[in-house]
């Protein structure tokens, strides 16, 4: 039951966080202000009120047209913010995560480590959404979002260094900035910037961090099978372009490997073993 509840929670803390996702979307490529203006409607600017701003909820409320003009609500905003609020519920469920059946022989502070490492999961999700959004429509990654992700992957670090001490893998999450960062760093040199953006590369060295080095591989190498398989489609189909946006592609790649990077390392090194 409080699981329950606790699971309830975090969906609404994702949709919430989602709606200022939408937010972010529209007026970072813009270099808007993101917090001091009010919301209003793209179409009459009439300004909206707080029932009009319920993430979600509002828009189905509403079925999806201005309170005041009847204009359609771009159907970006509820689905970003159900995405959001599903990443979140995900980012604690995959990890087993069930308020009323903590492992009683597990320490307090490592459930605290737990439960912070899940948080910094879900924020990190929400960071590569929004990226995934503005480099699909802008082809650049905001140096803002990829700041976020590496303080991210510093709280990580440092909580781990708290918990572990030197019997943790802080060299393996040090690494892991590394570890793709200085090949797309040489590409991007190599290529002039051609091949791969300077917001990729650091993107996988922030998200790297983050993750360590073997987890960093697997979303580096998901990340690209996503994008050749997706982006020749989109090439056969709709005639889309040779320019690829890469960062939806490594967001995906990154969330593969956050959920489930853990077992894909496993099963390859069954092959090895
Ligand atoms: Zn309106």
Same mark, same amino acid.
């Given at each position: 039951?409080?699981? !329950?509840?606790?699971?309830?929670?975090?969906?609404?803390?994702?949709?919430?966080?989602?709606?200022? +996702?939408?937010?972010?979307?529209?007026?970072?490529?813009?270099?808007?202000?993101? =917090?001091?203006?009010?919301?209003?409607?793209?179409?009459?600017?009439?300004?909206?009120?707080?029932?009009?701003?319920?993430?979600?909820?509002?828009?189905?409320?509403?079925?999806?047209?201005?309170?005041?003009?009847?204009?359609?609500?771009?159907?970006?905003?509820?689905?970003?913010?159900?995405?959001?609020?599903?990443?979140?519920?995900?980012?604690?469920?995959?990890?087993?995560?069930?308020?009323?059946?903590?492992?009683?022989?597990?320490?307090?502070?490592?459930?605290?480590?737990?439960?912070?490492?899940? +948080?910094?999961?879900?924020?990190?999700? /929400?960071?590569?959404?929004?990226?995934? =959004?503005?480099?699909?429509?802008?082809?650049?990654?905001?140096?803002?979002?990829?700041? !976020?992700?590496?303080?991210? %992957?510093?709280?990580?670090?440092?909580?781990?260094?708290?918990?572990?001490? /030197?019997?943790?893998?802080?060299?393996?999450?040090?690494?892991?900035?590394?570890?793709?960062?200085?090949?797309?760093?040489? !590409?991007?040199?190599?290529?002039?910037?051609?091949?791969?953006?300077?917001?990729?590369?650091?993107?996988?060295?922030?998200? %790297?961090?983050?993750?360590?080095?073997? +987890?960093?591989? =697997?979303?580096?190498?998901? %990340?690209?099978?996503?994008? /050749?398989?997706?982006?020749?489609?989109?090439?056969?189909?709709?005639?889309?372009?040779?320019?690829?946006?890469? %960062?939806?592609? +490594?967001?995906?790649?990154?969330?593969?490997?956050?959920?489930?990077?853990?077992?894909? =390392?496993?099963?390859?090194?069954?092959?090895?073993?």
């Amino acid at each position: 039951m409080v699981t !329950i509840v606790f699971y309830i929670f975090l969906f609404l803390y994702g949709i919430i966080i989602g709606s200022f +996702l939408n937010v972010c979307i529209l007026r970072v490529p813009l270099k808007e202000t993101i =917090v001091l203006k009010r919301s209003h409607c793209m179409k009459c600017g009439h300004q909206l009120a707080w029932y009009d701003l319920f993430p979600l909820f509002s828009y189905i409320f509403l079925s999806g047209k201005c309170r005041y003009c009847k204009a359609k609500i771009s159907k970006q905003y509820p689905i970003i913010e159900l995405i959001n609020g599903v990443f979140a519920v995900l980012c604690f469920l995959i990890e087993g995560f069930l308020v009323n059946d903590i492992d009683k022989s597990m320490d307090n502070i490592m459930i605290v480590y737990w439960f912070f490492t899940m +948080l910094l999961s879900a924020i990190l999700c /929400s960071v590569l959404l929004v990226i995934s =959004v503005i480099d699909w429509r802008t082809f650049e990654i905001p140096l803002g979002a990829n700041i !976020i992700i590496l303080i991210l %992957g510093i709280l990580h670090l440092i909580a781990n260094i708290v918990v572990y001490g /030197s019997d943790g893998n802080w060299a393996d999450l040090v690494a892991g900035f590394f570890i793709v960062s200085i090949p797309f760093t040489a !590409i991007y040199y190599f290529s002039k910037g051609k091949a791969i953006g300077g917001g990729d590369v650091k993107l996988m060295a922030a998200a %790297g961090l983050f993750l360590g080095w073997k +987890l960093c591989l =697997v979303a580096f190498f998901t %990340g690209c099978l996503y994008g /050749s398989i997706i982006h020749i489609a989109r090439m056969k189909i709709s005639g889309e372009g040779k320019q690829l946006a890469m %960062g939806p592609y +490594l967001a995906a790649g990154i969330i593969t490997s956050l959920w489930f990077g853990r077992h894909i =390392v496993e099963w390859y090194a069954g092959f090895f073993s």
